[in-house]
């Protein structure tokens, strides 16, 4: 599988869509949309316009209601749209009738988080996950693809196919059947049963010093504060899933050394084939001592990514260990001042940074710091609490390691 990133002179334009239940209000729709915008954009996409209808659950064979299916078909056709993303993962019953009726390229969510992990993959291992993922997508929906593809003109060699949603694992060969598919994924999967070794093996030979992860949702600031505390230069960009390796160096605060592990982010849900087959860069926050749950303060849904983080941690069976919440971006925070003659009830966007620090954050005590990375806000006070919890673990790890007192103290 080779990188492709597609150019502003190549660009799709896309519609996004997503229903409104009863489990999912307006303003959190609107607040995936937003993020599901972004994913597109870092795929690649220019998306032009958003719908949403209101459902007490997904239509089973539609996803929205036959008159909303034709208003999208109308717009699409008019603006003649590249494609159309669905908010959440649908079934390959809903696929088909789906793109029946719009004739047209048909993206979810979780193929879309597919594709852009296979334009951020790098290395071997980080493409070796991806593919398989991708693998295990496209297996139930084998039927969809090939026809889907016929329409497109075929993907053209692999992932540099030319357009969002066929960056995958060989789509040219139309006739691949599901034999093939099961045969590759096997070899895929004893691939990474090997790399996992490895990995194991390299985490084993890493020596006695404690070992602290950056976890977080994605795109909260990870990586550029792993790049501040290791002096190290992680690659970091303002988009969904800059980075898919972990990468790990060794971080050494006033004379205390210990391992810090960068790894990918989360985010709402998340594909479960991708969660399988990155099992050993969670390996890294399994195995960590650790965590430092990175929160992008400035997200107006900061609290739900929080919630989808810590999902996630107890998924991987990591959820009870020891760990900083620290809330970065303090710089981009804003709050919407309430009028004097406004009697509604205060909302979280009218609290001010102050005010917000002194609402459950402030039970965390020295559980929970405020910084700013990009702007170097507060590192000193980070770099304390972090020196004070892991020459904490490192004692109660290694009682009798009287000469690292010494060098430490």
């Known amino acids: 599988m080779k990188e492709f990133i597609i150019s502003e002179a190549q660009a799709e334009t896309a519609v996004l869509v997503a229903l409104i239940t009863q489990n999912q209000d307006e303003r959190k729709t609107n607040e995936y949309l937003d993020e ?13 316009k958003k719908f949403t209808q209101r459902l ?29 993303i669905f908010d959440d993962e649908l079934s390959p019953k809903q696929l088909r009738n789906i793109e029946a009726a719009l004739q047209i390229k048909i993206l979810d969510r979780t193929s879309l988080i597919l594709d852009i992990f296979a334009m951020r993959a790098q290395t071997a291992h980080a493409k ?3 593919e398989l993922a991708q693998y295990q997508y496209m297996l139930p929906r084998l039927k969809r693809l090939w026809t889907h593809l016929e329409r497109q003109g075929g993907g053209g060699g692999g992932a540099r196919g030319g357009s969002v949603g066929l960056r995958g694992p060989g789509e040219t060969q139309l006739e691949m059947d599901r ?3 099961l045969n590759r994924m ?14 194991a093996t390299q985490r084993k030979n890493r020596g006695r010093m404690i070992r602290v992860a950056l976890v977080g949702y994605t795109n909260v600031g990870k990586s550029t504060l792993m790049n501040l505390l290791a002096k190290s230069e992680v690659f970091a960009e303002n988009k969904l899933f800059a980075t898919l390796d972990t990468t790990v160096r060794k971080v050494v605060i006033e004379n205390l050394p210990f391992l810090l592990s960068d790894t990918v982010g989360f985010i709402r ?15 890294e926050v399994r195995e960590a001592d650790l965590l430092l749950h990175i929160v992008d303060i400035s997200h107006p849904g900061f609290e739900d990514q929080i919630s989808v983080v810590e999902k996630t941690l107890a998924d991987i069976s990591s959820a ?11 710089d981009a925070y804003t709050y919407v001042e309430k009028a004097p003659d406004d009697l509604t009830p205060l909302t979280k966007e009218n609290l001010t940074l102050e005010d917000l620090m002194k609402t459950w954050m402030a039970k965390l005590n020295d559980n929970c710091i405020f910084i700013s990375a ?17 020459k904490e673990l490192h004692v109660q790890r290694f009682p009798y390691n009287d000469f690292l007192y010494q060098e430490y103290d």
């Open 36 to 48: 599901l915008a972004f994913l597109a954009e870092t795929a690649g996409a220019e998306v032009v």
């Open 56 to 84: 007490d659950m997904a239509h089973s064979v539609t996803y929205v209601g036959k008159g909303k299916l034709q208003e999208i078909k109308n717009y699409v056709d008019e603006n003649e749209i590249g494609m159309v």
């Open 374 to 390: 990009r702007q170097k806000i507060n590192m000193e006070e980070l770099k304390s609490v972090v020196y004070s919890k892991v």
């Open 269 to 283: 849900k998340l594909p479960t084939d991708l969660v399988e087959s990155f099992k050993s860069t969670l390996d």
């Open 128 to 130: 070796t996950q991806v």
């Open 320 to 330: 009870d260990k020891p760990s900083i919440l620290i809330f970065n971006k303090i």
């Open 186 to 199: 096997s070899l895929l999967k004893e691939q990474l049963v090997e790399i996992d070794k490895q990995k």
């Open 179 to 181: 034999r093939i598919i």
